[in-house]
C-alpha cells in the first residue's frame, strides 16, 4: 500500500517519542507518567494503549498496577476518563478542573445537581468511602438514594461522581471481577507535603506533553490538555529553556531539546485503540490521516470509529475483536491492500497482541468496498 510522504518524519517521531517504536518503558506506571495522562474511558482499549509502550507488553501487569494504584483512573483534562499517576493527580486537577466544571455546568443543570446537592452527595460519598471501602456504581447509588438524594442513577449519577472527582475527593479503586469501584484519593494519592503552584504545574505539563508527544502544535496541545491558547503561550514562555521549536513544512512545531537518533524500521504496524494517544492527543490530524487514502469507501466513518490499524505513522484502515477465554479473533479492515512485507509486519502485531492477552490469535484481514465510480460519458 502507498502512503503519502509529506508528513513522514513528524509521524515517526511521534511514533517513538509515544514508545510506539524504538526504546520501550518497564513499567506501566512509567508509560502514564511519560504520556502525563492517557485517554481511558474505552478500559480494555487504554490498557492495551500503556501495556505496548512497556518492554513486557503484558495486560495482567496493567491490571496489577490499577489494581495497586500505581495508575488511577479519573475525569481530568477533558470531560472524560484518563488514566492518570498518583503523583500527577493534584496538578492535573489544578489545571484543568475547573475548565472541565464549565464544559459541565449545562449538563449539571439538566440533570438537576445544584451546589447544595452536589455538597451533600460529595458528603455521603466521601463517608461511605472511608477506610479504603471501595464501592461500585451502583453501591455508590445505593448509599445516596438511602440520604435522600433522589434519583442518583445513570446520567445523574455519572455527573455526581464527576464532580467528586474533580473536585479531589475520589478516583478510581481496584476492580472487583469486571466492576470498577471508586475509592477516596486522598487513600489512594496521599496528598504531597508540597503542591505545586500554578505555574510550576504548567510548565511541567507543557515540557512533559511536548516531550512525549512532539512534535506537536500549540493548539495539538490546547486541544489535549484544555487549556486555552493563551494558557498554551504562557506555558511554552515558562518552558522556554526546556523546549526548542522547528520549522516543519509551514508550521512551527516544538518538541525536547534532545532526542535520540530516529531509529524506524518499515513497515512498522500498530493496532492501536481508538483512543490511543497517538490519535487523540492532537487537534491537527493531518500528519497521521490523510482523507484521499479513504476516498471512495463506503461508510468509512465506521470503519474508523474501530479501533485503528496504523503502518508506518499513517491509518490505513480499522480492526475489531472477540476475545474468549483462550483466543481472541482480529477483523482487520483495510482501505487497500497490503505488501507481502507490510502483511507480514501486520501479523507480526496481531501476534504480539495476543501475547499481551496470553491467548491464541486468528486474523481476517479485508479490504473495505469501494463505491463504483460511474462510466464516463
Sequence with gaps: ?????????????????????????????????????VQAQDYAGAKWAVAQRTAACRDDAVERAFAAGEILRLHVLRPTWHFVAPQDVRSLLLLSAKAV???????????????????????????????????????????LERAGIAEAAGM???????????????????????QHTYALLDERAPTQARLPSRDEALADLTVRYFESHGP?????????????????????????DRLRSEQIGEHVYYLATERAPLRWKRPSVQLLPNYDEFLVAFKDTRVS?????????????????????VLDGQIIGGWRRELTKNAVTLTVTLAGR????QRAALAREVERYALCLGVEAELTVQTAARRKRAAAR
Design 289 to 309: 490521516y490523510d482523507p484521499e487514502l479513504f476516498e471512495g469507501i463506503d461508510a468509512r466513518g465506521t470503519l474508523l470509529a474501530a479501533h485503528i490499524v
Design 156 to 178: 445523574r449519577l455519572g455527573y455526581i461522581a464527576m464532580h467528586a472527582e474533580l473536585e479531589g475527593l475520589i478516583c478510581s479503586g481496584p476492580r472487583r471481577g469486571k
Design 216 to 240: 506537536a502544535l500549540p493548539r495539538d496541545f490546547s486541544w489535549w490538555s484544555g487549556l486555552s491558547l493563551a494558557e498554551v503561550k504562557v506555558g511554552l514562555a515558562l518552558a522556554a
Design 1 to 37: 500500500m502507498a502512503l503519502p510522504k509529506a508528513t513522514s518524519s513528524i509521524a515517526a517521531m511521534r511514533l517513538q517519542n509515544e514508545r510506539l517504536i524504538g526504546a520501550k518503558l518497564e513499567r506501566p506506571d512509567e508509560v502514564v507518567r511519560w504520556l502525563g495522562a
Design 101 to 143: 466544571h464549565r464544559l459541565n455546568a449545562y449538563y449539571y443543570r439538566q440533570v438537576g445537581l445544584d451546589a447544595v446537592t452536589l455538597r451533600r452527595s460529595a458528603d455521603v460519598i466521601t463517608r461511605a468511602l472511608e477506610g479504603q471501602h471501595y464501592l461500585t456504581r451502583a453501591e455508590l447509588a445505593e448509599r
Design 338 to 341: 497490503l505488501q507481502p512485507d
